[in-house]
Each structure stands twice: as C-alpha cells, then as structure tokens.
C-alpha cells in the first residue's frame, strides 16, 4: 500500500494529528461538511503538490493560523518506505521528499499517482472545452514528465505572445511564432496519440457499464494535420501570418493547441447533446477509470484511486456495473454518506474510519 500515513496539521479542519493508511482500502464514512472530503484533498496534496478543489491556497489553512503542513509516509512496489512533507508558511508553499527539498512540483506526480473520481469530473462531459484538454494534459502527466515541460513552454510563449499582440508589436510576435509552433506540434502529436489508445479502453468500458456502443473521444486539433516535421512547421507559421491582422484586431493567439477541441461522438455525431444526465454522469465515471486503466497500460504501475461521494447518485445496478469494473489498484479510497452500504464493498482487512468535526474513530 503506497500510504501508510498522514498527518495533517492546520490543514483545513482535520484533527492534528496521525492517522493509520496502512490497508489497501481505507472508507471514510461521515456527515457532509464533517472532514471526509478534506482527507482526500491531503492525500492529493501529498501526491501532486496542490488541491483539486481551490487554486487559493490559503484557504487550506485551518482560521486564524499562518501555517500549514501535511506529512506522509509512502511505500514503493519494492517496499521501499518514503516521507513527503508539504507546508505553506507565511504564504510560501515548501515541498520535501526523503528529508530533501524539492523545487518543481514536477518531481512529486510519479511519486504517488492518484486518480481522483469527484463530482466536478461532470465538466469533463459538459464544461468548458479547456476542461476536456485539462483532461488529457493530466492523463498524459502523469506518465510522461517531459510533456509538463511542454506544455509549460507552449503557456509562456503564448502569454508572451498575446502580450505583443495586444501591444501591436508585430515584429516580437513573429519571433514567438517559432516557439509556439514547435512546442504546439509537439502537444498535439501526444495528445493524438494519447487519445487514440485511451479510445481503446474508454469504448469498451462505457458500453459495459451503459449498454450503448460505439460512444468515444474525438480529437479535433486547432491547427490542421496535413503535414509533417519542417513541411508541417512553415505550414502552421504561414497560417499564423495569414491569421495576423485579425489577432492584432483582437490582442490575442486564435489558433494553437489552447484553441483544441475534444468531444464525445457516436454514430459520427455528438453525444453529449443527446445524452441524459445519468449517461453523462457516468461519461464522467468512466473517463476516470479509463484514465487509471490507460496508466496502468502505459506505465505498468498500479495508482491510487481516490473516490470522493461519486457512487451516490448510481442506482444499486449502476453501482454494481462501475465497481466491478474499476482497475487494479495500489490502494483505494471512498468516501461515504452513513446510510450509504459501504459494508456491501468492504473487504476483510478495510479500514473503515468514522468522520466527525475533522476527527476520526476506527470502526470495527
């Protein structure tokens, strides 16, 4: 089991104190508003270095204190025990790993690979299209580092370039042009690819668990695929130059992998439009385990899943169908409301840990 401890300390409204992970699934069983949601949150925290739920850190911090920890202890597949510690002093954020300070937030995510299934996953299916391209970008993140630099070069030149832009500076934009094509080429290529073997899973899973086929991810990227290597770059650089004016008109970037689009198709139209909110919820469900499949697939390690209240809105059948077909994991964590049957997914060694006001009791 990668956790086999947290402690938290001023971390939202948890208790400061350790709390025992060492079981391959670990329930936490309680009120809303109680703490079950925020130990998921840590858990997260410890494994990519930020929340899923806020991009305002400060509001992790427990009222009226200026500091934050949260210290795990983890084990690799070789049984190889480790320690991470994040703390937020002072509104400066702190990562250690073994005792050794880490400087890029890039390090920690092969650490621990979670896989969260939350209630916001729903925008996956309905959001915004940035939320789709969130989507892949995390898939693709968490096996493969190199694609973090990637993605993070391609945002500073297009900041950079939007910057000109707006300022009417033609000549600086031409010269991000380059950087943008490069980077931008190569976000699209791994994304292709990505979502061509994530289809592979995706599909099959979907019709499973609903019974409908043929229901998959399609790519459709801002700048066209007619060519490759340098054919493909003066091809892309000659499109910007022909798109100028109007960018200049409106002071920012029109075309480029931030302008993607990814949706669900069947029978070669759009699903979503046409699908109940039962059917996209579970878009949303099996997009997750798809993505924990696909990693394992790619990388042959086992994550961590992480199920925050997902199964509550299933009907038993439902229910039954996404359970079973949930990957193998390293280790699993749910969250539960009291009259939901957890003990219908309890196992003989499951930690069962009851939630109230942040604080923790160990069920039987």
């Given at each position: 089991m990668p956790f086999k401890s947290l402690t938290p300390y001023n971390f939202r409204n948890l208790s400061n104190e350790t709390i025992d992970l060492f079981s391959r699934e670990v329930f936490f069983v309680g009120e809303n508003?109680?703490?079950?949601?925020?130990?998921?949150?840590?858990?997260?925290?410890?494994?990519?270095?930020?929340?899923?739920?806020?991009?305002?850190?400060?509001?992790?911090?427990?009222?009226?204190?200026?500091?934050?920890?949260?210290?795990?202890?983890?084990?690799e597949e070789n049984k190889t025990t480790h320690t991470t510690l994040l703390k937020i002093k002072d509104k400066k954020k702190f990562i250690e790993k073994d005792g050794k300070i880490i400087h890029d937030r890039k390090e920690l995510i092969n650490t621990i690979p979670c896989v969260l299934y939350s209630h916001d996953d729903m925008d996956f299916a309905v959001g915004a299209p940035e939320r789709r391209r969130f989507f892949i970008d995390q898939s693709l993140?968490?096996?493969?580092?190199?694609?973090?630099?990637?993605?993070?070069?391609?945002?500073?030149?297009?900041?950079?370039?939007?910057?000109?832009?707006?300022?009417?500076?033609?000549?600086?934009?031409?010269?991000?042009?380059?950087?943008?094509?490069?980077?931008?080429?190569?976000?699209?290529?791994?994304?292709?690819?990505?979502?061509?073997?994530?289809n592979q899973i995706f599909d099959r899973i979907y019709e499973e668990v609903t019974g409908i086929d043929g229901v998959h991810v399609r790519y459709f990227p801002?700048?066209?695929?007619?060519?490759?290597?340098?054919?493909?770059?003066?091809?892309?650089?000659?499109?910007?130059?022909?798109?100028?004016?109007?960018?200049?008109?409106?002071g920012t970037t029109l075309s480029g992998p931030h302008r993607d689009r990814i949706v669900f198709e069947r029978n070669g139209s759009a699903f979503i439009p046409k699908a109940s909110t039962g059917q996209r919820r579970l878009i949303s469900l099996v997009l997750?385990?798809?993505?924990?499949?696909?990693?394992?697939?790619?990388?042959?390690?086992?994550?961590?899943?992480?199920?925050?209240?997902?199964?509550?809105?299933?009907?038993?059948k439902k229910r039954q169908k996404v359970t079973a077909l949930l990957p193998d994991y390293d280790q699993l964590f749910c969250t539960f409301l009291p009259g939901e049957p957890y003990e219908n997914y309890r196992r003989e060694n499951t930690f069962v840990y009851e939630i109230k006001d942040g604080k923790w009791d160990k069920l039987k």
């Open positions: 508003g109680q703490g079950k949601s925020n130990f998921l949150e840590a858990l997260y925290y410890c494994a990519y270095g930020s929340s899923f739920r806020t991009n305002q850190e400060s509001e992790i911090i427990k009222n009226n204190e200026c500091e934050m920890r949260i210290h795990s202890m983890f084990t993140s968490m096996y493969d580092v190199m694609y973090i630099d990637v993605i993070r070069r391609y945002r500073k030149v297009l900041k950079s370039r939007n910057l000109c832009l707006s300022q009417k500076n033609l000549s600086l934009v031409e010269s991000y042009d380059i950087q943008l094509v490069q980077n931008g080429i190569e976000i699209q290529k791994k994304r292709k690819s990505a979502i061509f073997k994530f801002s700048w066209k695929e007619n060519a490759e290597g340098l054919e493909a770059d003066y091809i892309i650089k000659e499109y910007l130059e022909k798109n100028r004016k109007m960018e200049v008109v409106r997750r385990t798809a993505q924990a499949v696909f990693y394992n697939q790619i990388t042959g390690n086992k994550p961590v899943l992480l199920m925050d209240d997902v199964l509550l809105e299933l009907d038993p």
